[in-house]
Structures are given as structure tokens and as C-alpha cells.
């Protein structure tokens, strides 16, 4: 059948469903979706990307043959762009006649590579403590003050090198931050600019985290073919000897490779992404446990890669082989920093959702509300959870139930 890209998903769906013989109800049910969805979207509607790698899988299709360019409606801009205008204006500064940005120096003329790192450090915590107010307030100095360190040093020197990491790092950070409130095309410009940074100095890890982050935002705007590609490439170039790699380079290898699987199984390539999470947890047991890597501020270990490998277990249809993976996990292995083992328990959440445990993903829920509020607000997983708990109830929803749902804007 020709892929034709000019048009709409609506009627390229209508014309793949009749050709591999299913009705809408058939289809809804071999997709696990409602048949109302199927007709939205064979009458012109939108759905969200996991929808569709849910069609595409009982369709036989890559998810990205949904993926139709186009223009797009043009839609009221949102309060997002006046609050992101600080830190537009540090990432994407104005560039005068001269080529020269045109904002003023953060730190007049007082420079301190160990007040930089100290600062950068802190807000890593932030980011990690989801103190995402707070971030949206320092972060735009720092990027200016990690710009204007670098002005102030010769790239071939050690403070040169340095500055340059510490803004890289900066970036980084900035880009994790703006995925995390969906502000993903800026976030890819920070992290793209980190990347920039971290190939000038040869930092394999930190490139690695950039080229994972990029592909982070990149799935969140249903480019799974790209991700895939660049990930494997990065991996490609990386591949250490495991018996001789340091620390560093496996886990620069594992971080690469987990975004290859991530991405792979989101678009219906779940051998791939089998064979990925695979060679990752090779990297992985020379680590003995989830560890910190330095100057990276990513962990990496048998933790991270066993939340992906049920990650994939479970978007491959295949949820009590999740659990499994998630089971294995003891406190004897270590954590990940907060933002990763949370994923990881929305997808635990998700796991006991698909096995008819409605009571038990509404727990995993809960415990993510009470310690980290903030950051599952923004969480659309979490969101596509707790619309399926409401769904699969047989009675009226618990108070829990309601609370969960309330909490993160979904209607029954």
C-alpha cells in the first residue's frame, strides 16, 4: 500500500483497517481501545502517540506511519511562553550585527570556576529534589554565568576546559528541566548546545547523556526512527572493549543503547529493542550496582537498565515479564536518581494496570504523590495510568481512586 504522507492519519487508518480486514469494534478490541477512539480518529482527530503505537501494533505497522507532516492549527500561544523567557533568553540569546549576544554579563568581572561548580551542583540537586520553581528561577543565571566563564578562559586551558564542562553541564540540566515541563523543542537547543560543549573537550559521558536526553525529547515528539538511528550510531562510535572500558565509557554505551530501546519499542521494534536492553545489561554487571557517574549527574547500573528492560516488556504486550523485571530489583542494587526510579514506577503502575490490578496500580500512584508531587504532575504516563484505572473499575471509583485522578486532571 503506498505510503502516502500528504494525507491524514484518519483516512490512511480507514483504508489500512479494511485492507487487513477489520471491522472498527475489531480493531478497537485487538488495540485495546475504545471504539470511539478508532472512529475519532478515522473521522479527522488527533490522539496521542501511545494510541497509536497501540493501533499500530494490532496493525502490524511501525507507530511512525501515523506520523503525517503538515501545518498545523494555529493555536493561542500559552502563559508557558512568558514564564520560559528567561531561559529562552539564556539558551537563545539576541545576536547583534557583530555576532555578539547582547545580554550583559552574569558575573560583571568576578569569575570562580569553584563558585560556578558549586552552583551547578546545587541545582542538580534541585532537579533532582523536582524544586522545578526554584530552577526556573536560577537556571537562567547560571547558563549566563557558565556562558560568561567561558568568554573569560582560553579553550586550550585547563579553566577553558573546565568552564566549558560547567556549562555543559548547565545545559544539560536545563534541557532535562524543560523536558520534564514539555518545552521540548528549547530543551533540544540546550541539550544540542551541550553536546556542542561536551565534544569540545572529549568528554564521552557527558556526550552520551546529551545524545540520550536529545532522544527523550525527540520520543516525546514521536520521532522513534530518528532516535533510533542516532542512538545506535552514538553506540557505534562509543563501543568500549567491556573487560578494559572504564566506568564512564560503559555507562556512556548503556545510556545510548537503553534510548535505542526505548525508542525501537515505541515504534513496534521490539526484538530491537530486546537485542539493545540486551548488550546494555552487558555494560551493566561491571558496575555490581546503580552508581553515580562522575562528571555526569546520570546514574547507570543493573537498576537502569532492568526499569527499561520492563519498560519494554511492557509496551511489547508482555507486562508480567515487567513485573519480573521490576521484582528483581533490591535495595542492595542501589537507586537511580529520583526522576528515573519514578518512570520506572509509573510503569509499575502501568504493569499492574494491564494484569487487573486496579487497587495496586492506584497504590503505586499514591506513594509517587506523596513523595514527589511535583514532578508527577507533569507526567502523561502517569496521566494515561490513572485514566485506565478509571476505565477498568467494575464500581464506583474509590476515594483514592478519585483523589489520583483529580490530582492529575483526568475525567471519568
Not at 500500500?1 to 480507514?14: I, K, N, Q, V
Request: glycine share 6%.
Amino acid at each position: 500500500m503506498p505510503d502516502d504522507r500528504t494525507r491524514e492519519p484518519g483516512a490512511r487508518l480507514r483504508e489500512l483497517r479494511f485492507r487487513r480486514g477489520f471491522t472498527q469494534e475489531g480493531l478497537a478490541e485487538a488495540a485495546g481501545l475504545s471504539v470511539q477512539c478508532i472512529k475519532k480518529i478515522e473521522q479527522g482527530g488527533s490522539a496521542r502517540m501511545e494510541t497509536y503505537h497501540q493501533i499500530a501494533k494490532a496493525l502490524g505497522v511501525r507507530t511512525v506511519w501515523f506520523v503525517a507532516p503538515g501545518s498545523p492549527e494555529p493555536v493561542a500561544e500559552t502563559e508557558n511562553v512568558a514564564l520560559l523567557a528567561d531561559i529562552r533568553g539564556a539558551i537563545i540569546p539576541p545576536v547583534g550585527m557583530d555576532g555578539n549576544v547582547l545580554y550583559e554579563a552574569a558575573d560583571a568581572d568576578d569569575v570562580s570556576l569553584p563558585r560556578l561548580r558549586e552552583a551547578v551542583d546545587a541545582s542538580a540537586l534541585a532537579y533532582y529534589g523536582d524544586q522545578y520553581d526554584h530552577l526556573a528561577q536560577v537556571l537562567p543565571e547560571l547558563i549566563k554565568s557558565a556562558q560568561y566563564h567561558v568568554s573569560r578562559f582560553d579553550d586550550t586551558s585547563a579553566e577553558g576546559r573546565e568552564a566549558i564542562r560547567l556549562r555543559a553541564d548547565a545545559l544539560s540540566l536545563a534541557g532535562r528541566y524543560l523536558i520534564q515541563i514539555r518545552a521540548n523543542d528549547l530543551a533540544l537547543t540546550a541539550i544540542q548546545q551541550s553536546l556542542r560543549d561536551a565534544r569540545t573537550i572529549g568528554s564521552v559521558p557527558l556526550a552520551a547523556a546529551a545524545i540520550s536526553m536529545q532522544g527523550w525529547a525527540m520520543q516525546r515528539q514521536g520521532r522513534f526512527d530518528e532516535v533510533e538511528r542516532l542512538a545506535v550510531a552514538a553506540a557505534q562510535e562509543i563501543e568500549p572493549r567491556v573487560s578494559v572500558a572504564s566506568k564512564g565509557e560503559l555507562a556512556a554505551w548503556g545510556w545510548v543503547l537503553l534510548s535505542a530501546a526505548t525508542a525501537a519499542v515505541r515504534n513496534n521494534r521490539t526484538r530491537e529493542a530486546e537485542d539493545y536492553v540486551s548488550i546494555a545489561r552487558t555494560a551493566a554487571t561491571r558496575f555490581g550496582k546503580e552508581q553515580q557517574v562522575s562528571p555526569v549527574h546520570k546514574s547507570f547500573g543493573p537498576v537502569s537498565v532492568a526499569l527499561i528492560a520492563a519498560e519494554v516488556a511492557t509496551m511489547a504486550g508482555e507486562p508480567a515479564h515487567g513485573l519480573e523485571e521490576m521484582e528483581q530489583i533490591t535495595p542492595d542494587d542501589g537507586r537511580p536518581p529520583a526522576p528515573v526510579w519514578n518512570r520506572g514506577q509509573i510503569e509499575k503502575s502501568y504493569i499492574h494496570l494491564e494484569m487487573g490490578d486496579t487497587e495496586r496500580a492506584t497504590e503505586v500512584l499514591q506513594e509517587l504523590k506523596a513523595h514527589s508531587p511535583q514532578w508527577l504532575r507533569y507526567q502523561q504516563r502517569a496521566k494515561d495510568a490513572a485514566e485506565g484505572i478509571l476505565k477498568a473499575r467494575t464500581r464506583i471509583p474509590t476515594a483514592a481512586q478519585r483523589e489520583i485522578a483529580d490530582f492529575l486532571g483526568v475525567k471519568e
